[in-house]
């Protein structure tokens, strides 16, 4: 009689989750003991305010995160951390991981749309994160050529141009050394105004020349000297606006410092296909389409469908010479393509690009 009653109460417990609750925190306290207060309501509170597709943008798998949504639909609210392990699907491994991504904010890149993704090749690199899309209030191009630097400073909340200049790059009378480029660039990043990303264009990977002298020496030293100078800016900029943040690895328990990039390589290839500065393989100039895009916006747009430039920065433009206002334009076609497709995601602007079969 007493194995008879024994035998109900366990599978009472086994099939009630109220009880399973008690059992497995029971078995697996080291979760409850693992987070503080603060940490614990706030898992709680996004677990319990996240519907499925919320959820599914932490470190949990589609299955377990239609799990716990069932489970909440069925039973309430969670009201301790330990219940998450009782739900099927789960164990101390999975609660640990989607805890973990929940304090820490790690979620995954959300995918584009699919629009977007019918463009071949790789957009950007490295991928630009939704939590990082979303916390971006300033976004600065910066536009390298061997003659020259020119950048441009948007601001998301109402894409409106805040910066938008060119410098000139004095060559010495002399063979470049490494001190000479470095020095060059530390000068050019000091002039950069501090941005929360900043966008570049993805350079070839290759110094050979185009064209029937591929083998070119000269074309190549230019190329080499373009590239060093190109790498020395990109690590001032990262080094100079870096937010370094440690963290405890629960392995060695030692702390390390991680890096956070915010510095992305746009596709040199869009901006030309998007806004038809690129005929054949030849690049054209890029003034005329700027003042285009000058005339045509002249006022803010409440849906950040088109950009705004003030008037003292239009006349500035226009007061250039051919080859600075060249160097301006196409930094900003960089800067609207980067803004278009990786920020706002205007669909006006992705299909164009589809229309031109963009490869």
Not at 41 to 59: A, M, P, R
Not at 255 to 274: A, E, H, I, M
Not at 294 to 314: A, G, I, T
Request: glycine letters at 4%; one cysteine or more.
């Amino acid at each position: 009689m007493l194995n008879y009653y024994r035998v109900k109460v366990i599978n009472h417990v086994l099939s009630n989750p109220a009880s399973q609750t008690l059992l497995r925190c029971w078995c697996s306290s080291n979760i409850d003991s693992k987070y503080s207060e603060a940490e614990k309501q706030k898992v709680l509170e996004v677990i319990n305010k996240s519907d499925f597709s919320t959820l599914s943008k932490y470190d949990v798998t589609k299955g377990r995160s239609k799990n716990i949504s069932q489970w909440i639909n069925t039973y309430g609210p969670l009201k301790n951390i330990c219940e998450v392990e009782t739900i099927d699907g789960f164990t101390e491994k999975h609660v640990q991981k989607l805890f973990e991504s929940i304090i820490h904010n790690k979620v995954k890149p959300e995918k584009e749309t699919n629009a977007l993704q019918q463009i071949k090749g790789q957009i950007l690199n490295p991928p630009l994160t939704e939590v990082t899309r979303q916390a971006a209030n300033t976004i600065l191009t910066v536009y390298v050529t061997v003659n020259s630097v020119s950048w441009a400073l948007i601001h998301k909340h109402n894409y409106e141009v805040a910066d938008w200049q060119y410098h000139g790059i004095e060559y010495p009378d002399k063979r470049f050394q490494l001190g000479d480029i470095l020095e060059i660039a530390w000068n050019i990043t000091n002039k950069l105004p501090t941005a929360d990303l900043y966008v570049m264009k993805a350079e070839a990977t290759s110094l050979r020349a185009s064209g029937s002298d591929p083998n070119n020496p000269k074309v190549l030293g230019v190329n080499l000297q373009k590239a060093q100078m190109v790498s020395m800016i990109v690590a001032l900029i990262s080094t100079k606006n870096q937010d370094l943040f440690q963290e405890v690895s629960k392995k060695s328990e030692k702390t390390k410092t991680k890096f956070k990039q915010n510095v992305y390589f746009l596709r040199s290839s869009l901006p030309f296909r998007l806004y038809g500065t690129l005929i054949g393989n030849e690049r054209v100039a890029s003034d005329q389409t700027v003042e285009m895009l000058l005339q045509d916006n002249k006022m803010r747009s409440s849906d950040n469908s088109h950009v705004y430039v003030p008037e003292d920065l239009k006349s500035s433009f226009r007061s250039q010479r051919d080859l600075p206002k060249d160097m301006m334009g196409q930094c900003l076609l960089f800067a609207l393509t980067f803004m278009d497709l990786c920020i706002y995601k205007n669909q006006d602007k992705i299909q164009k690009l589809l229309s031109k079969k963009v490869e």
